[in-house]
Structure formats: C-alpha cells, structure tokens
C-alpha cells in the first residue's frame, strides 16, 4: 500500500461551510457532474496565502450567491478525506489525493431569494435545498460522511432555529 500513486500526492486545501437558516437547517446542493443522489456541502480549495476563513466566504458567495451570513464557529481542527481509487487522477487535473478541509459554521440573514446556485458564473449545484443537519452523512457521498458526520457533531449546537428573527 505504501506504494500506491496516491501516497505521492498532496492533499488539496479546502474551506467547507455548514449554512444554517433560521429554523435550524443546512444548505446542501447537489452537483452538476454527479449523477447519482448524493448532497454536498459548499466547499473549495484555499488560494495560496489565503485565510481559510476568508476563502469559506468566498466559496460560499461563488457557490450558493449567499453574502448575507454571520460565521458562528469555526472547526476545532481540520478533517481529511481520502479520494476512491477511481477519481485519483480524474479530478482536480490529477494533483491531489483528496482534501483537507477546515470548515466554518455559518448563519444565513438574507432573504431566500440571495440563494441562487444556478445564477453564480461557474455554477456547480444542479438544485439544492434545506436538510437537516443529522441527515448530512446519509446524504453525502461514501468518502465525505466521516467528515460530515464529525462536523454534524461539533456544530450541532447551531441547529437551532432563531427566535423573534
């Protein structure tokens, strides 16, 4: 195993972001190039001396259209998440492994309407829609639900609607 093409490759940095709405629940979207029923969280990859933070703000803005949000919580520590075998070398023009991933929780104060994956310039969710937060690792695929499920568990706290808002 230690000589598998993988353990040669970098892991891609990557902010990831759970949005919560007023009444408790997450935004998650479905991928452009994923046919089967597996949900996503908005994520991307760190630019070079970028702030995590920083680069959650702006992939959520460039994924979902979403500005309007308050950040509540940032993970305790980064999580990484390995590729399967049969994206090693198709995704992310073949240069990673897979991710490792700091995540932010964050509150939506926006209207609805400001959510608009479809109207972003390089759209990547087909459709999205609100779940709630213990769904996320039954939604994801296979390879993210450690992940997400770790990241239900620490962010939990924040599942809960907002009163008098």
Request: hydrophobic share 40%; glycine share 8%.
């Amino acid at each position: 195993m230690t000589d598998h093409p993988r353990n040669r490759l970098p892991y891609r940095q990557c902010a990831g972001i759970v949005l919560f709405n007023r009444e408790g629940n997450v935004f998650v979207g479905k991928r452009l190039d994923q046919t089967g029923s597996a949900w996503q969280l908005p994520q991307g990859g760190i630019e070079k001396e970028e702030a995590p933070r920083t680069a959650a703000l702006r992939e959520l803005e460039e994924e979902t259209g979403a500005r309007s949000v308050t950040v509540l919580a940032e993970a305790s520590k980064w999580h990484t998440y390995e590729l399967p075998d049969e994206l090693i070398g198709k995704v992310w023009n073949g240069k990673y492994r897979g991710q490792r991933q700091k995540w932010f929780a964050m509150q939506f104060i926006g209207d609805e309407e400001e959510i608009n994956p479809a109207s972003v310039q390089h759209p990547e969710f087909s459709t999205w829609r609100w779940a709630r937060l213990n769904d996320l690792p039954r939604l994801a695929v296979p390879f993210k639900r450690n992940i997400y499920a770790a990241i239900a568990l620490e962010f939990a706290i924040h599942a809960v609607p907002i009163r008098g808002v």
